[in-house]
């Protein structure tokens, strides 16, 4: 556990970019019978998802939320000092993706740029990292890029993930001025459970070979995956959340000196409908404080927090309002903050 606190760094804008094919769950059938994904989707609650095609990556969503934040904010690109690019769907193994949108944004060679590979907690994760650069350097114009093709490393065969996951993109601008107040930040990490959500192969501990590329069937209900492919032990993870995400919250909170109805909106990691509701009910938060999109975009990993922001909060952070935000899965790893929003600028969402 780590607390930190800044001040006088916050988020100027925010925009974000989902790919434009649209996935009815009810319909995703081709490996399943439609009893059993009703079932499912009923279940989860993840009607709609967006799928990128074979040849869009994380980068191109994050470019395409990128140039409309800068367009409709009228940003000087040369006074952009560092560009963090979240991800661990990247658009190579080297070089940085981060480097490569440097260029493609048209950024100043000046810039500080590199890449952060976490999963669900690490928007959090990345702004803690912005919000440190900035308060203690000097640096005064930031972009936080989080994009993730969560699509592209799950099997369509696995009825375990097949419904979950899906692709999207976002920006935001973060600036360094004496009228944000204090931030809060608890980051936390449990490599122990590392194998509750993971993909085994094609990394360099276990390199892919023609064996873990085949596809096989992996449990007695028939579910289908390669070795490279990701799986999740969903009722581990769930227990995970539920004994330490309350804990985490309760503990920010302490920290913050704030009191949870204090604070206008919570905005959790869009794992599952199930399990934000739990969340919602065990803490006590009013419903109508939790905006979600996991009904319409699924899990899109690490961006499904700004996503959301992006999607059901447009119209409600231009007046200050304070907000926690809450991450928490692959590693495993954890992390909350509490922010101040002020005179927060929110782009339309952008299709690609």
């Not at 490996?31 to 095609?53: A, S």
């Not at 289908?224 to 581990?236: F, P, S, V």
Request: proline share 2%; net charge neutral.
């Amino acid at each position: 556990m780590a607390l930190l606190k800044y001040k006088g760094v916050g988020i100027r804008g925010m925009a974000a970019a989902v790919p434009s094919k649209v996935i009815n769950n009810y319909e995703y059938t081709e490996h399943f019978k439609k009893e059993d994904v009703k079932e499912v989707v009923d279940k989860i609650g993840i009607f709609e998802r967006r799928f990128t095609d074979d040849k869009t990556t994380s980068s191109d969503l994050c470019y395409a939320a990128a140039e409309k934040l800068l367009n409709d904010l009228d940003v000087d690109r040369t006074e952009i000092e560092l560009l963090i690019f979240i991800s661990q769907t990247p658009d190579y193994r080297m070089p940085a993706t981060s480097v490569i949108l440097q260029d493609r944004l048209g950024l100043p060679i000046t810039t500080l740029a590199f890449d952060l590979s976490l999963g669900c907690s690490a928007f959090v994760y990345g702004l803690s990292v912005v919000y440190a650069y900035m308060e203690k350097s000097g640096l005064k114009k930031a972009l936080l890029l989080n994009g993730e093709t969560r699509t592209k490393v799950y099997s369509a065969k696995d009825r375990m993930t097949a419904f979950i996951f899906g692709d999207a993109g976002v920006a935001a601008l973060i600036e360094r001025d004496k009228k944000y107040d204090e931030s809060y930040f608890s980051l936390n990490s449990d490599g122990s459970r590392e194998s509750l959500i993971k993909i085994n192969a094609g990394g360099y501990r276990n390199p892919s070979t023609v064996e873990t590329l085949k596809e096989k069937v992996v449990d007695e209900y028939g579910n289908i995956r390669t070795e490279e492919q990701g799986y999740m032990n969903g009722a581990d993870v769930f227990n995970f959340v539920i004994r330490e995400i309350p804990k985490d919250i309760k503990r920010i909170c302490k920290y913050a000196d704030k009191n949870k109805d204090d604070l206008d909106y919570y905005v959790f990691h869009q794992a599952n409908n199930y399990i934000n509701s739990y969340l919602g009910k065990k803490m006590k938060f009013d419903k109508t404080k939790i905006p979600a999109t996991i009904h319409k975009y699924g899990n899109t990993s690490s961006v499904s927090i700004p996503l959301t922001i992006v999607s059901e909060l447009k119209n409600n952070l231009i007046e200050e309002k304070e907000l926690l935000l809450c991450g928490f899965g692959v590693g495993l790893s954890w992390a909350s903050s509490i922010l101040k929003f002020k005179d927060t600028h929110i782009s339309d969402i952008v299709e690609v």
